[in-house]
């Protein structure tokens, strides 16, 4: 961002604010009223310094407190009359604007933005600043100063955390998400305190014969109010809190409970289970002794549990990842790629990691019979997971049609709602594992 560079020598620093907070609310009372009665627009700014931290954990605290009271000096001398500038807790900045600036804060945004560009020479050092901005306009909704205070506080929060968004404007629909985000976070933990989390199970088939090769674990969440909520709802949230590790250990328990029992009532050929694992569960270091503590107390062999995983796994931490899945080898549980397609799809990854199968997302599968570019795609994933020993999985087989190219094609294995939906343990229970699965058309 242009701006002055600062080369002068630093003028002494002015921390006798004649705009403090007190001012501030005072202010903002009278806005309040002003608008009530006579309609006169205003707004309020909270702006805070990006990467603040940073600064202080490289020159210290004093220095960050410096850069605070310099940037309120540049940013105070750029505005006019009508627009306060007040200090608030921590190292934020409250602008109030009252004047034709009330009418356009994106703008008085901007230009504060730009006031504060450019470096600033901290303790000899040169700091870029860079801020973020929560705006809030007047509105009915607003009986005292601290409502619109908070308003404009939760715009700057939704700032500092929405990626390639510095100026926000605060807006109740833009809440709810945030709300119910965290309404979830707080019944998912309530949740796992409740074991409210199940699995079912979906056949994953030989395409050749049409005999069941393998089953998924997928993890349901039966809510007391909502019904069965879908992985694909909570699982995200359950990633970002971290709830999905103690969720999956709880999933990988009673999969390879399930696996080891079924076996024993039917007296039948082992099947595998493949069970999904989160980054965060790849990354967690003690993996190898959760997943041998759940062969352990339940019986099931190693050599009848899969992990599914994705590539986000490998990225994160490659050394890690690369040892997690080495032990896991050693241990003898397979390792299976998922959604093989979608992320970066790297050769790197293929390369370097133990894996056993690679699973190729539904999208492409989707249109595999329609799409000669799809076709394509699958078909040089197929050649190259042959060519490094693993076995392909299509998954998504939908109809007849898709299942005919994906034989033709050469993946070994198919797992989708032509053959069967995700089901009930009981229910894959009463399946004779040893029978063909006929597509379900
Ligand atoms: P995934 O591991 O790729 O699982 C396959 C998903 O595709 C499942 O969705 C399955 O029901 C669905 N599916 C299978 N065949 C078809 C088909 O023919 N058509 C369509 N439209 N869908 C099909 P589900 O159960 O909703 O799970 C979604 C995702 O949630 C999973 O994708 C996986 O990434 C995640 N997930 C599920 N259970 C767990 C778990 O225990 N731990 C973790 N970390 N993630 C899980
Ligand atoms: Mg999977
Ligand atoms: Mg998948």
Redesign the pocket.
């Known amino acids: 961002m242009a701006g002055p560079t600062d080369e002068t020598p630093a003028p002494p620093v002015r921390t006798d604010w004649r705009d403090d907070p007190a001012h501030l609310g005072e202010r903002l009372r009278t806005a309040i009223d002003g608008a009530r009665r006579s309609a006169r627009p205003f707004a309020l700014l909270c702006t805070a310094v990006r990467r603040l931290d940073t600064v202080v954990a490289a020159l210290g605290h004093a220095a960050g407190r410096m850069l605070l009271a310099r940037l309120a000096e540049r940013l105070r001398e750029g505005l006019g009359e009508h627009e306060t500038l007040a200090p608030l807790a921590g190292d934020r900045l409250a602008v109030l604007a009252e004047g034709p600036a009330a009418a356009n804060p994106w703008a008085l945004a901007e230009r504060l933005q730009a006031l504060a560009g450019g470096p600033l020479r901290i303790d000899g050092a040169e700091v870029l600043v860079d801020l973020v901005v929560g705006i809030v306009a007047g509105n009915p909704r607003h009986a005292t100063p601290q409502d619109v205070l908070d308003d404009a506080l939760t715009a700057l929060a939704w700032a500092r955390t929405a990626r390639g968004e510095p100026i926000v404007s605060y807006d109740d629909g833009r809440r709810r998400p945030a709300e119910e985000t965290l309404k979830l976070e707080s019944d998912l933990r309530r949740a796992l305190a409740a074991e409210e ?1 199940h ?2 199970v ?1 056949p994953i088939v030989f395409l050749e014969s049409g005999r069941i090769a393998s089953w ?5 969440w039966r809510h007391p109010l909502r019904g069965t909520v ?3 709802d909570f ?1 995200p949230v ?2 970002q809190s971290g709830l ?1 590790v103690p ?2 250990w709880q ?2 328990r009673r ?1 390879c409970a399930w696996a080891a029992g079924s076996t024993r009532r039917r007296r039948a050929g082992q099947v595998p289970i493949s ?4 980054p965060r ?1 790849v990354a967690e270091p003690d993996l190898v002794d959760r997943v041998r503590d759940a062969l352990s107390t339940t019986g099931l062999e190693p050599r009848h549990l899969k992990l ?1 995983i ?1 590539e986000t796994s490998l990225m994160e931490d490659s050394r890690r990842g690369a040892d997690a899945l080495a032990a896991l080898r050693t241990l003898g549980v397979a390792v299976c790629l ?2 093989f397609g979608t992320g970066y799809s790297s050769l790197h990854y293929l390369h370097r990691f133990p894996l056993q199968d690679l ?1 190729i ?2 999208s492409f599968v ?1 249109e595999v019979d329609r799409n000669p570019r799809n076709a394509a795609i699958l078909s040089t994933i197929v050649t190259l997971g042959h060519g490094l020993g693993m076995d392909v999985v299509a ?4 109809t007849e049609e898709q299942l005919a190219a994906v034989r033709r094609l050469g993946c070994d294995h198919g ?4 053959f069967s ?2 089901v009930d343990l009981d229910a894959a229970d009463a399946l004779d594992p040893i029978a063909s699965l006929a597509p379900q058309s």
């Open positions: 989390f699995i079912q979906q998924e674990a997928l993890a349901r879908s992985p694909a699982i359950a990633e999905v969720i999956g999933v990988l999969a069970v999904n694992l989160s569960q599914e994705t998922d959604d699973k997302d539904r989707s998954e998504g087989i939908e797992q989708g709602f032509l939906r995700p």
